[in-house]
């Protein structure tokens, strides 16, 4: 079945420091690929994604390139801050009438000043 | 735009009650639903696809029997815990499938529900 693997948590940075989330997934077809991010006490939001090879999903900074060749989306931000202390998903949708999201078990983000 | 509510935020029950958590779309029409259930440290899985005027679809192992689902309409669903129990314990979240615009079949997530029986 489909699967996603992130790097384990917890990450601590200081602010403007770069940041790296590692995420390769294991998918039977062609999936969508997503980065969702949890704020303490809201729910999850997109952050971004991207939906076939070589796509570069951005938002707020961060970035992540769909690789199908390593089968990975990999998050990056140049410059992190302390309001980008989160806690970040990968998921994957497969194609197709499939709604559904499988997601990495998330990794805890800490941005100190 | 795209809002999703649950309700309640978190519930404290005694072990054998039902307890029912509600799922709100506040801004958008969801034909869609789903459940997920999250434990501590580990990702969100999903529970089930509530499908709005039909029956939900279980994942397998998730017991329909203890996890009721009804979406009786096109902004709520509805997830009953049954006779509950402490390994019932766990934080439940839901998220609509919008069909609108910009955001056609994005998922919207609630804010989830913390539930602890004791």
């Known amino acids: 079945g489909d699967s996603v693997t992130q790097m384990e948590g917890p990450v601590t940075l200081s602010e403007e420091a770069f940041l790296t989330i590692n995420c390769t997934y294991t998918?039977?077809?062609?999936?969508?690929l997503f980065w969702y991010v949890q704020y303490p006490g809201e729910g999850l939001q997109l952050l971004l994604k991207?939906?076939?090879?070589?796509d570069k999903g951005s938002n707020k900074g961060f970035e992540a390139t769909y690789r199908k060749e390593t089968t990975s989306f990999h998050l990056e931000k140049g410059s992190v801050q302390v309001s980008d202390s989160a806690v970040y998903f990968c998921a994957l949708r497969e194609g197709g009438s499939n709604y559904k999201l499988t997601f990495g078990k998330g990794t805890l983000l800490t941005v100190n000043p | 735009g795209a809002v999703v509510s649950q309700h309640p935020s978190w519930v404290i029950c005694k072990s054998g009650t039902s307890v029912k958590i509600e799922c709100r779309s506040l801004d958008f029409q969801a034909t869609t639903m789903f459940w997920y259930r999250q434990f501590p440290k580990q990702s969100l899985m999903l529970m089930a696809t509530s499908n709005e005027g039909s029956k939900a679809t279980y994942e397998q192992g998730v017991e329909k029997d203890k996890f009721l689902i009804n979406h009786a309409s096109l902004t709520l669903s509805t997830l009953t815990v049954t006779s509950a129990h402490p390994e019932d314990s766990s934080f439940y979240i839901c998220s609509a499938r919008s069909l609108g615009g910009s955001s056609y079949n994005e998922q919207f997530f609630g804010p989830g529900t913390r539930l602890t029986v004791l």
């Open positions: 998918a039977t077809g062609y999936p969508s």
């Open positions: 991207a939906t076939k090879a070589d």
